[in-house]
Every structure is written in C-alpha cells, then in structure tokens.
C-alpha cells in the first residue's frame, strides 16, 4: 500500500466510524457543546500520523502543507492542535479548522468506549460533558452495557494498526500532524521527480 493508499483506507476507517458515532450521539443526546474547545486546547492530546494522513494529503492539495509545518516548527510544547481555531481568551472556546479531516482521537471523544479490567463499557468522555450533560452521561454509561451500541475505541484504534503499525506510534497531536506532513510532502516530491524524469 503506498501513501495515498493508506490514506484512503484510514478515511474508509472513519466513514464506518462516523456512522457508528452518529447513531450513539443520536440514541443518548451526547455530543459535544456547540462551540466548546476544552479538548482541543490541550497541546498532550495522544495520536498518531496515520490518522492525519488524509488532513496531510489535504492540506497539500490546497497548497497549505509547507506553511503548516513552518507554523508547527515555530510552535511550542504547550501549544494547542495547529488546526484549532480559539475564540477565547484561555482557549476553551473555539473550534476545529478542518473537521472533515480531523484525526481518529477528535472522532472518538465523547462517542466512544474502552473496556475497564472488569470488562465494563466505560464512556470515552470529558469533564465539561460530565457537568453539563450529567443525565445525559449517566443514562448512557448504563445503556452502554444493556442495550445501546458504542463504538469500542480499540477496534477502531486495531483497523488502523491494520493499515500500517509503524505509522500508528503515538505522539502529541501537534508532532503526529507535523510526522503526517513531512511524509506527504517527501511523497509528493518523489512522485513529482518520476513524473519529470518519464517526461
């Protein structure tokens, strides 16, 4: 499988997953707070390049994928997500500047479960859901282990290991964009040279 291959196998991934999130959110009324960013300003967000392959690969196509990474080099350790847009002060308010293209953690949040060492269902969620959907939260940390389907974060974390282990390693969000762009713009430049050199 080359690059954009597995890009397109890590974007096959997520329509599953969007349709399964989509149902949940549905069937227990959570979902994220219109407007809210607390995730997102948190620079030690966990992922991996794979899962920003096809934010990379769009990120090239509209002639963006140089300048983010300038940007990413220049950033700092405690930084928020590059694509994050804050609307706030602390950062807390804002949203994604490409939520199509998101990665698989951004996807999972608030709509997905892990499995306790008891084997319980236990919600993927965060403090502001907690607190501001408390009823909402509790009926489907029930429900999820009766009768609601859930989307187990490890399975889909498990089809993308699938895909390519190595490129599965986790970093911060920021380093993981940064890794996805580097090997899209070697890609794009190898690919240009043959198309050079067959002309």
């Known amino acids: 499988m080359n690059l954009v291959e597995k890009s397109q196998a890590t974007l096959d991934v997520f329509s599953e997953l969007e349709s399964e999130t989509k149902q949940f959110a549905s069937e227990s009324g959570l979902s994220c707070v219109s407007g809210c960013g607390f ?5 030690k967000v966990p992922a991996s390049p794979l899962e920003f392959l096809p934010l990379a690969f769009d990120l090239y196509d509209k002639g963006l994928a140089e300048s983010t990474l300038a ?8 930084d928020s997500c590059v694509i994050y847009k804050p609307q706030s002060e602390d950062g807390k308010k804002g ?16 709509a997905s479960a892990r499995r306790t060492k008891y084997g319980k269902k236990d919600l993927i969620i965060c403090k502001v859901l907690k607190e501001e ?3 909402e939260f509790l ?3 029930e429900r ?12 889909f974390y498990s089809r993308l290991d699938e895909i390519d282990q190595s490129l599965c390693q986790q970093f911060t ?13 070697r890609y794009k430049f190898y690919e240009e040279q043959e198309v050079d050199v067959i002309a």
């Open 39 to 43: 995730c997102c300003a948190n620079p």
């Open 144 to 155: 999820i282990n009766n009768d609601m389907d859930i989307p187990l974060a490890t399975a």
């Open 173 to 185: 969000i920021n380093e993981a964009i940064a890794f996805a762009l580097e090997l899209v713009l």
């Open 139 to 141: 009926k489907a940390s």
């Open 95 to 110: 949203f994604c500047g490409n939520h199509t293209k998101r990665g698989m953690i951004c996807r999972l949040f608030a």
């Open 71 to 78: 940007t990413l080099e220049s950033k700092d350790e405690g």
């Open 133 to 135: 959907k408390t009823e």
